[in-house]
């Protein structure tokens, strides 16, 4: 469901040389960024016209998996508000009694609860990554 909702929104900030995907808070518009995926061809120029047409391939391919990637990463970021329906991070998501929501939506419901996260964007060693 949050993953659904994260791959509608990640931004392609990726490159020639590497794969990076960015998502911004709408609550206080901090923008997070995925680790950045080098190509693995990455400074390589194709020397046939059929090595070109394997590259591209290759890039596409590893863009998809990147892209995939940046979407566990993000999962441990950013939250899904049930009631505004917004991807907010961390730090703008609130964990109250009865249901974890946004910080807006807390005050708009006067609910109070503690934050996911005041430690920034780390995300918990190891996570998201391929061993
Ligand atoms: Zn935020
Ligand atoms: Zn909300």
Aim: charged fraction near 25%.
């Amino acid at each position: 469901m949050v993953k659904q909702v994260i791959k509608e929104h990640l931004i392609d900030c990726s490159e020639p040389e590497k794969f990076v995907y960015n998502l911004v808070c709408p609550e206080c518009g901090k923008l997070w960024q995925s680790t950045p995926v080098p190509f693995s061809k990455a400074g390589q120029a194709p020397k046939t016209e059929s090595k070109k047409v394997i590259y591209y391939l290759l890039y596409e391919r590893e863009k998809q998996r990147a892209f995939t990637r940046a979407v566990e990463e993000a999962v441990h970021c950013f939250n899904l508000c049930p009631v505004c329906e917004r991807l907010v991070c961390n730090d703008c998501f609130l964990i109250c009694q009865d249901i974890d929501i946004c910080r807006r939506c807390a005050e708009q419901l006067q609910e109070t609860g503690e934050q996911v996260s005041s430690a920034g964007w780390a995300a918990p060693a190891g996570a998201g990554r391929e061993p």
